[in-house]
């Protein structure tokens, strides 16, 4: 569980280390599952994610995605319910029950994974309101300044919707922010995750990582988790989108979006 002091943090910066929630086994067992689903990724005997894309689209520098892997992969699926992170989840948004929205990998090759370009989860995620998301890291490598780690920008959680000017910035400089914006002061801060640990973040928090050219991979998943409050949009678009199966504003819930933890 999370002391009052790491709460606060949290909700100052828009980001927070939780420390470490996998031993080595453990991530071993996902490392090797994250390579099974790509290599069975044209297999139709095999359950598949959502989605497995090169997110970049440049085979010399990749960034594979895949969306869902809980789908493909029991092992990922237990994951979605560890207890450190459901109960850290519950401190930090205050839930009475959390659902998941979706996960998503972010796999950075050696020498060759691509950038990730500035941004915010929540506007990407046109389907689903308020935009009160908070995601869950969890480090399959260590993952440093050399192999592509996050940077962030403290406390932009808190000046709302920004896509509009993020887009402005060019995506693979991340010495290219501006010192302020809109009279707050801008900084950017590399956050490390170390191999088995858990860093959370709001899904307002300005975010994205540089090019892994290091000879380590750096493997991550982001689990996304929703509230009691989170309602379907049906105005927005998004690759969940054809699995939803409520209707314009009702609590998404359903298959897709399973229920994961209720507050006693």
Not at 206 to 228: E, L, V
Request: with cysteine; proline share 5%.
């Amino acid at each position: 569980m999370l002391s009052d002091a790491q709460i606060a943090e949290f909700h100052d910066q828009g980001y927070l280390n939780g420390g470490p929630l996998l031993d080595d086994e453990a991530v071993e067992v996902l490392r090797d599952e994250l390579g099974r689903v790509i290599r069975d990724q044209d297999r139709e005997d095999v359950p598949q994610p959502v989605r497995l894309v090169n997110l970049g689209g440049d085979d010399n520098a990749p960034v594979w995605q895949i969306v869902n892997i809980w789908e493909a992969s029991e092992a990922f699926k237990e994951l979605l319910y560890a207890p450190k992170i459901v109960e850290e989840m519950g401190q930090l948004t205050e839930a009475t029950e959390l659902r998941i929205w979706h996960d998503q990998i972010q796999y950075k090759p050696a020498k060759v994974g691509g950038t990730t370009g500035w941004h915010q989860d929540a506007p990407l995620w046109s389907i689903i309101r308020p935009m009160t998301e908070v995601s869950a890291w969890v480090a399959m490598d260590d993952v440093d300044e050399e192999n592509g780690c996050m940077s962030m920008v403290p406390g932009s959680h808190r000046w709302g919707n920004q896509m509009e000017f993020i887009r402005t910035i060019r995506g693979d400089d991340f010495d290219a922010m501006p010192e302020e914006f809109e009279g707050h002061k801008v900084e950017v801060m590399r956050r490390p995750v170390k191999k088995g640990e858990v860093h959370y973040h709001h899904a307002l928090t300005w975010h994205g990582s540089h090019d892994n050219t290091s000879k380590r991979p750096r493997r991550a998943i982001a689990i996304h988790y929703m509230t009691h409050e989170t309602r379907y949009e049906a105005s927005g678009n998004h690759v969940m989108k054809p699995f939803v199966e409520v209707e314009d504003g009702e609590i998404l819930r359903g298959e897709h979006f399973p229920t994961v933890w209720k507050k006693e």
